[in-house]
């Protein structure tokens, strides 16, 4: 029973009355709000997903609220930004070794006959991974490098370098690979490996960047590592990884016949994975190996014997003389830039990483002929800055410098010469 007056109880029950509308009208409205909400959450997160999945495809943001009684949608498109390279911001990643170069004080000596030596960085893939940061690209290197002092100063050169060094491992048990080079007298390089093992050789698969490999734009690799294992094995995991992730496989043989234990087994390993390449770059002095001792200026043999069905562009690099090119479509040759030589390590790994650079920013090279051209030019130029100076990585290019050459040797006309300088790295 009630204390309250009857009057109060009457004004209790219309209040009640008078209430219970609005109480119902925004119990419904919150659910219905909730309920958008939930789903809107959901088409977030599918786009969210999907953006991570293909960069270029935009997210939407969305919010509700409600104004005079109605519910409000407010939809923004947003575009997510990723602190690590997309496969599309043209990564190039470097499989392989890097090791100590000892190159000669002075030139035209053999071995013996060098009074001293000046240490240098090299390593082919490391060669081209630094080429292409110098030319303003984006690179990064996998590859395993003694626990030692020689290890760490090759580390934080790429890292000097704006090179990716976090796909580099340490081997506390093995080491730095160490390598004697020079340039004698007759024009032919002289080198003396010590690796046995080095730490380079002993890469595992469970040690690859898996996150590099599937960033990778162009996926590039020699054929050193497949000499022995576990290196061989980690080399052609990070092959099946990058091809998967829609990379495209860069391979340059790079042939050392002196650290295989014979022609027969460098020769059936290099061609081994030949077929799963897209781009190609070769010498003549290997072509005439991988053919058994066919003329390597003869076209017919480098497209019957190496050009295979899948291939993008095969590369014929002819030293000073420049290179000569072949796709499905077309094939030619781009004349090289003159320059007084001093040492040649690394001009083949300079001009890599020069077509890499193009290449990595503009996929359409392929198709057009003409475009492909200054890229060759480019890359011809970016080996003769390299041999101007001693050591491979020291006297790898800059993009300046090898527009600078390319202005003086008047081989360029200003309109190319914008081209180059306006292809986003």
């Given amino acids: 029973m009630s204390l309250l007056p009857p009057s109060t109880l009457n004004h209790e029950r219309s209040f009640k009355q008078y209430k219970s509308p609005i109480t119902t009208t925004t119990s419904h409205h919150r659910i219905r709000l909730l309920l958008l909400l939930l789903l809107l959450l959901?088409?977030?997160?599918?786009?969210?997903?999907?953006?991570?999945v293909s960069p270029n495809i935009p997210c939407f943001c969305f919010c509700c609220c409600s104004l005079h009684g109605f519910d409000v949608l407010i939809m923004a498109e947003v575009h997510?930004?990723?602190?690590?390279?997309?496969?599309?911001?043209?990564?190039?990643?470097?499989?392989?070794?890097?090791?100590?170069?000892?190159?000669?004080?002075?030139?035209?000596?053999?071995?013996?006959?060098?009074?001293?030596?000046?240490?240098?960085?090299?390593?082919a893939p490391a060669n081209v991974a630094v080429c292409i940061a110098r030319l303003d690209g984006s690179s990064a290197f996998i590859g395993k490098l003694g626990d030692d002092e020689f290890g760490h100063m090759l580390s934080n050169i790429l890292k000097q370098n704006n090179v990716d060094n976090s796909g580099?491992?340490?081997?506390?048990?093995?080491?730095?690979?160490?390598?004697?080079?020079?340039?004698?007298?007759?024009?032919?390089?002289?080198?003396?490996f010590f690796r046995h093992p080095s730490a380079d050789m002993l890469l595992r698969e469970s040690e690859l960047s898996i996150n590099l490999?599937?960033?990778?734009?162009?996926?590039?690799?020699?054929?050193?590592?497949?000499?022995?294992?576990?290196?061989?094995?980690?080399?052609?995991?990070?092959?099946?990884?990058?091809?998967?992730?829609?990379?495209?496989?860069?391979?340059?043989?790079?042939?050392?016949?002196?650290?295989?234990?014979?022609?027969?087994?460098?020769?059936?390993?290099?061609?081994?994975?030949?077929?799963q390449a897209d781009v190609i770059k070769i010498s003549e002095e290997e072509i005439t190996f991988l053919t058994g001792g066919e003329d390597p200026s003869d076209d017919n043999v480098v497209l019957k014997k190496l050009f295979h069905p899948n291939l993008k562009l095969l590369i014929v690099t002819e030293?000073?003389?420049?290179?000569?090119?072949?796709?499905?479509?077309?094939?030619?040759?781009?004349?090289?830039?003159?320059?007084?030589p001093v040492d040649t390590t690394g001009a083949g790994d300079a001009?890599?990483?020069?077509?890499?650079?193009?290449?990595?920013?503009?996929?359409?090279?392929?198709?057009?002929?003409?475009?492909?051209?200054?890229a060759l030019l480019f890359a011809?130029?970016?080996?003769?800055?390299?041999?101007?100076?001693?050591?491979?990585?020291?006297?790898l290019p800059t993009k300046e410098a090898v527009l600078e050459l390319l202005r003086k040797s008047l081989l360029i006309d200003e309109i190319e010469q914008e081209s180059l300088k306006c292809v986003p790295a």
């Fill in 42 to 52: 959901l088409l977030n997160l599918t786009s969210y997903i999907y953006n991570t």
């Fill in 80 to 123: 997510f930004q990723d602190a690590g390279p997309k496969r599309n911001s043209s990564l190039v990643v470097c499989f392989g070794e890097m090791l100590i170069d000892f190159v000669p004080t002075v030139g035209g000596v053999s071995l013996a006959e060098a009074p001293a030596f000046k240490k240098a960085p090299g390593g």
């Fill in 168 to 192: 580099v491992r340490f081997d506390p048990n093995a080491r730095t690979a160490l390598a004697f080079v020079t340039l004698r007298a007759d024009g032919e390089r002289e080198f003396l």
């Fill in 213 to 275: 490999l599937e960033q990778a734009k162009i996926f590039h690799y020699g054929s050193i590592s497949l000499i022995s294992e576990p290196c061989r094995s980690a080399h052609l995991a990070a092959m099946k990884i990058a091809k998967k992730s829609g990379s495209i496989l860069s391979y340059d043989p790079n042939l050392r016949l002196a650290l295989w234990p014979s022609a027969e087994a460098a020769r059936k390993e290099i061609m081994g994975i030949w077929d």
């Fill in 319 to 340: 030293g000073s003389e420049g290179c000569r090119y072949y796709t499905k479509e077309f094939k030619g040759r781009v004349a090289g830039v003159k320059v007084k």
């Fill in 351 to 374: 001009f890599v990483g020069g077509i890499l650079s193009k290449l990595a920013s503009d996929t359409d090279l392929f198709k057009d002929e003409k475009r492909l051209r200054v």
């Fill in 380 to 395: 011809n130029a970016c080996g003769a800055v390299t041999v101007t100076e001693r050591g491979a990585i020291p006297a």
